[in-house]
């Protein structure tokens, strides 16, 4: 194959089976490790989110004073993508955008339904601890900074709860989709900066429109929790529930559907 052949290989895009196989693959990789190391980079990864509220409730302390409320929430959307860049870039396991792909290993009956309800439990566990430790820390430092207050910690839980419990299951379940849809297209990216803005405008669209994410969304209700009479602990507890059933419905029905039985007859699976 001469240098021209392979510059074009290089550039041609990705199809519809190739991206498939890809995602199988690497999910097939992720059951296969062991569930310390699943637990430790699930944990990571609810960490490293937590600088996107570390942003959120920044841009909002400073923004107040100058725009109107509504305008701010729609403003921290350009700051919202950037915990899931570092989460995604950095590979750490993050529930919302695994959904999808470990549910392809089970559809292609590579793995079992029980061992991926396993995987998904190691993987909420893990980004909802580190979610806990991050908001624990953040409400402590960003007041002690002056970079916000305990007030614009409130102001961001209390927009997220404020619905009722059916608008929020299919705001989660949009959400899901596009974290779906995130998944398939960075592994459809050939290039890291291709990836890096694919993760930006699909979280962004999150922000701006107010989709309700789960893993995020956990440090933004705990931590409006911790300073605000206002969130119940039971309150806290349904909404997560119910955010993370329409994250993993929405992840699925993406994958099942639109994607790997639109496509799984003209695929030869590895």
């Known amino acids: 194959m001469d240098g021209s052949d392979q510059q074009q290989d290089g550039t041609k895009t990705k199809s519809h089976g190739e991206i498939l196989k890809q995602q199988i693959i690497e999910g097939c990789e992720t059951y296969d490790r062991s569930w310390s190391s699943i637990l430790l980079s ?25 725009f109107a409320e509504e305008v701010v929430f729609k403003l921290m959307a350009f700051v919202y993508p950037l915990g899931f860049i ?11 955008e695994q959904t999808s792909l470990l549910t392809l290993p089970v559809l292609s009956n590579k ?52 619905y009722e419990v059916f608008t929020i299951l299919v705001s989660a379940i949009l959400a899901g989709w596009l974290m779906g849809l995130l998944s398939w297209l960075v592994t459809s990216s050939k290039e890291t900066v291709g990836e890096i803005i694919v993760i930006y405008l699909i979280t962004a669209l999150m922000g701006f429109t107010g989709l309700h994410h789960s893993i995020i969304g956990n440090i933004e209700i705990f931590s409006a929790m911790l300073v605000s009479p206002e969130i119940t602990i039971l309150e806290y507890i349904q909404t997560l529930v119910v955010i993370l059933a329409g994250n993993a419905i929405g992840a699925v029905f ?17």
């Open 42 to 66: 699930s944990f990571t990864a609810g960490l490293e989110i937590g600088f996107s509220f570390l942003m959120l409730a920044t841009l909002h302390h400073f923004a107040s004073g100058y």
């Open 86 to 96: 570092l989460v995604i870039m950095g590979q750490s396991i993050l529930f919302t």
């Open 111 to 162: 793995r079992s339904l029980g061992s991926l309800f396993r995987i998904w439990g190691l993987v909420i566990l893990g980004n909802l601890v580190g979610g806990l430790l991050i908001a624990l820390t953040l409400v402590w430092v960003g007041p002690k900074l002056a970079i916000f207050t305990e007030l614009d910690i409130e102001k961001i839980g209390l927009h997220m709860v404020e």
């Open 254 to 270: 993406f994958v099942a559907l639109l994607k790997y039985r639109a496509f799984v007859f003209n695929v030869k699976m590895p």
